[in-house]
């Protein structure tokens, strides 16, 4: 569980960076750029959440 949290935590981190860089110096539609990086937020976790749980189980 440890490095699940690490995988998930890491890309989220960069995720924010790059979200507070792209919302104050570029002119972007605000609600169009929030909504997107929720959305690849969690598709990115549900992602990782699904490798994990395949290499646990020894289904990949």
Avoid: H, R
């Amino acid at each position: 569980m440890k490095t699940f949290l690490s995988y998930v935590i890491m890309p989220i981190i960069v995720m924010c960076l790059f979200f507070a860089l792209q919302f104050n110096f570029f002119e972007v539609e605000k609600a169009f750029l929030v909504k997107s990086y929720i959305i690849n937020a969690i598709l990115s976790t549900i992602a990782i959440y699904s490798l994990n749980y395949g290499i646990k189980k020894k289904v990949i």
